[in-house]
């Protein structure tokens, strides 16, 4: 098990090559974990459980002669899997990350060959493989599950499939979390927030399960294969983004770590728009449009506040790499690091979201209750847009001139969606206290839900409060613009400083070959 | 033909301070030089920057010619930085710590296994291969970080206060490493705050004060600079006032002072002059046992160029 074995004992020429190609931080963290006290506590102490909780449920199950033992058994076991392998091997992932903080190994990686990407999927992997161990020992509680009958094999596979997406998931949500926390306050305060969002995470997962084992969906049509796939995704991109912007924040100050992150939203926001327009052209209805306008525009919100708060200035080494040429830079620039940048990409996104919805109301069949339903509709969109513009573009200007520093970042980010969260509920808790039916049940203007509805498709009661979200939207533009100008002047700058470089480097090269 | 390490002209802020001021100079092949200064002066920074674990506001950092704001991946491979704080991983063992960096510096098969045993041969960790880091003590982490920062055999070395927190044996065993490895041609940076060590290991020193670069280049050559002057240090079997009196009829003696049973004084003049002045002293019937010019040492460097300003 230990390094020196493999080292003085001649292991097979297959395994040397895999172990060569492996993540080194995957081979170490193995190692690691392997012998770390963590899981060979914890390991044997969860299948002790495990086994003690069997015990109980056929006990007590047999007493009154159940004839749903099995699926009592699996769900059971499945329970205690599902607290393993997304709630423990997350935790372990957090820990070994933020390890490397508190022992000033980070430096050291970050000098090596190793790319922030490599070093976040070498710890997502060797959580990954924690959690297969897991899910190799729960196996014989569940095979002994499936032969007590009650539960088809079907959904166990679809289950332990799900239970393995959640658990790259929440390790990835975990990693994103301990990269954010270089210092141990704020780690342990993380910790916190991250055994909040497992227990959530946990809880839900268990009511699903339940459902699922209730009315166990036949999978023989396409629907619910699609309904399968969709479940699969959504469960597997929270992960997906928290690895992304792990290794953008574990990525050096002044590389370019935003780039790549900007152009991953970007293509899952038109494939999202596009799988919606698919999904409306192909069998239409009235709520699909809607849904999708909102949920994207939501979605796409909480990933750009990331881009919309970032350090205002290129950095000296990102400049060097701009675009060559200052209109290729100009293009290119909601795509480069900066928060006036940023708040231009996410306006892209939003236009692309209004366009989607559009285009679903323009190209579909007529679904609404009457006629110029279609334009109401766009219009809901648009105002949500608008609330969501305010939220982003206002916070982000006010901290615009201090976002350098780190802990202002991390202010900006979380003032964003906890200040869009009081706006929204704060009148409601006012509205018990001045008993106000209307702002009691959430119809007030600050719930940008509300007055997109209810001014658009369900009549014009908030008409004008609508057409006051946009005014201010369009004030809250019109306040980013300077930034917004500055942003892309300096993106144009850099292009077109890039281009004299190269064209003197020719140049010289030129001179030099004519000697 | 540039110098291995060549720092030009680097700047560095943090907020309101300015850690690293228009710093400039370089490191041969070979050559080891000290960096010295008070406390909070900007050792670190610079050694970071040229690290490229911080980039420069201002000027570039070339390691064998590849600027560390352009080429990073570049400099990293050629360049061995020993941060002052390090930590160790639990649970890791020294083989495979040192497994590890040879994998994330992209050694493979054959050649990483070879690397690894060459290193722990070079720094003698060959026989606690199988102790966990842990367990350690300093100076043998130490030499595991020394290890661990010559996998990728790199032509430039910046060593952060190496020294700092070993015994005098540990030190001494750094000190023929660290010769060693500029005895193969590496460029070596290293700072410390321990002066005679630094003298004894170095060719030549930087010294840094507030940011800012006070002087740079061998410490007899500062020394020189910094004094007009020749010291001498005389000591004779004759009661010490009579020296005195003898010394103060001198023209060219300045500033003459006790030191222990001798006396010390500056001397304005030429080698022959000095002659004339023993000779001068003898005549008188004085029986000189000691007169020895004092080298100015780095201790003396460091006190007259840097004001003790912490920072
Ligand atoms: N990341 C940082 N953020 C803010 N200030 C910093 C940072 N790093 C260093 N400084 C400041 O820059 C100055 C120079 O620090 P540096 O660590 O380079 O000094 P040093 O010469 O290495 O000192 P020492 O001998 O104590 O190690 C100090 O005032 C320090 O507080
Ligand atoms: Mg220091």
């Known amino acids: 098990m230990t390094g020196a074995t493999e080292a003085d004992v001649p292991a097979s020429a297959s395994t040397r090559a895999f172990s060569d190609r492996s993540n080194p931080i995957f ?10 006290r963590y899981f060979r506590v914890l390991f044997p102490l969860t299948l002790l459980v495990a086994t003690l909780i069997a015990v109980l449920v056929l006990v007590d199950g047999g007493s009154y002669g159940s004839n749903r033992l099995g699926r009592d058994l699996f769900q059971a076991m499945f329970g205690c899997l599902l607290v393993a392998v997304t709630g423990l091997v997350p935790f372990s992932a957090f820990l070994s990350m933020g390890n490397e903080w508190d022992e000033h190994t980070y430096d050291l990686l970050v000098i090596s060959r190793l790319r922030p990407l490599q070093i976040a999927l070498g ?16 196996t014989p509680f569940l095979v002994f599950a499936f032969l007590l009958r009650g539960i ?46 497992l227990l959530a995470a946990n809880i839900g997962a268990n009511a699903y399960v339940d459902m699922h084992l209730r009315q166990p969906p036949a999978m023989n049509t396409m629907e619910e294969w699609q309904a399968l796939a969709l479940t699969y995704f959504l469960l597997g991109l929270p992960g997906l983004l928290a690895l992304a912007a792990a290794s953008s924040g574990l990525a050096h100050a ?33 709520h699909t449009p809607m849904i999708v306008g909102f949920a994207c525009a939501l979605g796409v919100a909480l990933c750009d506040l990331f881009f919309v708060t970032e350090a205002e200035p290129l950095s000296r080494r990102v400049a060097l790499f701009a675009p060559r040429g200052g209109v290729r830079a100009l293009f290119a620039a909601p795509f480069l690091p900066g928060g006036g940048r940023g708040f231009v990409l996410f306006l892209l996104h939003l236009a692309l979201c209004v366009g989607a919805v559009a285009a679903m109301l323009a190209w579909g069949p007529h679904v609404g209750p009457r006629a110029g339903w279609e334009v109401e509709a766009v219009f809901c969109v648009v105002v949500f847009a608008g609330y969501l513009v305010v939220y982003l573009g ?23 969606p906890v200040g869009a969260l009081i706006s929204i509920f704060a009148p409601a808790l006012l509205g018990f206290l001045v008993e106000d039916r209307k702002w009691m049940e959430m119809q007030h203007p600050f719930d940008p839900f509300w007055v997109a509805i209810a001014s658009g498709v369900e009549g014009d009661d908030a008409k004008h409060w609508a057409v006051l979200a946009c005014v201010v939207a369009v004030l809250v533009l019109a306040l980013n613009a300077p930034r917004v100008v500055r942003g892309l002047a300096e993106a144009r700058a850099a292009g077109v400083e890039r281009e004299r470089r190269a064209a003197q480097t020719a140049r010289a090269g030129e001179t030099a070959h004519a000697a | ?12 802020r943090f907020g309101a301070l300015t850690a690293v001021n228009d710093v400039s100079f370089g490191v041969e092949r070979g050559q080891i030089l000290g960096f010295i200064g008070p406390n909070g002066a900007g050792k670190t920074t610079t050694m970071r920057i040229c690290a490229t674990l911080e980039y420069p506001d201002h000027g570039d950092v ?78 043998m982490k130490q030499r595991l970080c020394l290890a661990k920062t010559l996998l990728h055999d790199p032509s430039v070395m910046i060593l952060d206060e190496p020294a700092a927190g070993l015994d005098p044996r540990a030190r001494v065993e750094l ?50 600079g910094l004094r007009s002057h020749a010291q001498v240090y005389v000591r004779v079997l004759e009661p010490i006032e009579v020296l005195e009196r003898a010394l103060a009829e001198q023209p060219l003696v300045q500033k003459a002072r006790r030191d222990g049973a001798g006396v010390v004084f500056d001397h304005a003049g030429a080698p022959a002059e000095l002659a004339k002045l023993l000779a001068a002293l003898v005549a008188q019937g004085l029986q000189p046992v000691e007169f020895a010019p004092r080298e100015a040492n780095l201790e003396e460097v460091f006190l007259t160029l840097t004001e003790g300003k912490l920072q």
């Open chain 1, 27 to 36: 081979v170490k963290e193995l190692r690691a974990a392997l012998r770390g």
């Open chain 1, 123 to 138: 710890k997502l992997s060797s959580a990954g493989i924690e959690g297969l161990l897991y899910f190799s020992a729960f």
């Open chain 1, 152 to 197: 088809d094999i079907t959904s166990i596979a679809l289950l332990l499939v799900g239970a393995w997406i959640a658990s790259a998931s929440t390790s990835a949500v975990a990693l994103l979390l301990a990269s954010l926390g270089r210092l141990r306050l704020v780690r342990v305060m993380l910790m916190a927030l991250l055994a909040a969002l």
């Open chain 1, 254 to 286: 002044e590389e370019n770590a935003s780039t790549a992150p900007r152009v991953l939203v970007t293509g899952l926001l038109v494939t999202l728009l596009g799988i919606g327009i698919w999904s409306h052209l192909s069998s239409p209805s009235r």
């Open chain 1, 394 to 416: 206002g916070v982000s200007l006010l901290f615009s001139g201090r976002t350098r520093d780190a802990r202002t970042r991390l202010v900006a980010r979380v003032l964003i």
């Open chain 2, 1 to 12: 033909m540039t110098a291995a390490l060549e720092i030009r002209g680097i700047t560095k």
């Open chain 2, 62 to 139: 070339f390691v064998d010619g590849h600027s560390v704001l352009t080429y990073p991946r570049e400099v990293r491979a050629r360049l061995g930085f020993m941060p002052d704080s390090y930590g160790a991983y639990a649970n890791t063992t020294i083989w495979e710590y040192l497994d590890f960096f040879a994998r994330a510096y992209g050694l493979k098969g054959d050649a990483r296994r070879k690397r690894v045993g060459e290193v722990m041969d070079f720094t003698q960790l060959g026989d606690l291969q199988e102790k966990e880091i842990a367990t350690l003590s300093k100076g």
């Open chain 2, 175 to 224: 000190r023929e490493l660290v010769r060693a490895l500029a005895g193969m041609g590496k460029a070596i940076l290293v700072s410390s705050h321990i002066l005679t060590e630094l003298a004894e290991m170095c060719d030549g020193v930087a010294v840094i004060e507030r940011g800012e670069l006070k002087a740079t280049g061998l410490v007899g050559d500062i020394t020189r």
